[in-house]
């Protein structure tokens, strides 16, 4: 499974209400899991969530704000 931006911004919109710095969280998620690991592998629905919650949580906590 990979993830798209139109992903983050209509299926999974829901992980970033009341979030700072989202549009930060957002680009490393897409680096992360826009294209699958290997040819042999690929990401599931629960690697993308943890990730990318925790991706999220991380920049929430971050001092850099968005511009």
Not at 22 to 41: G, V
Not at 44 to 67: A, F, G, P
């Amino acid at each position: 499974m990979m993830i798209t931006a139109v992903d983050l911004e209509t299926k999974y919109t829901a992980w970033f209400i009341g979030m700072k710095n989202t549009e930060q969280a957002k680009r490393e998620i897409l680096e992360l899991f826009s294209t699958e690991p290997d040819d042999e592998h690929i990401w599931s629905e629960q690697d993308i969530y943890e990730q990318s919650r925790k991706i999220i949580l991380k920049w929430n906590d971050s001092e850099i704000h968005d511009t």
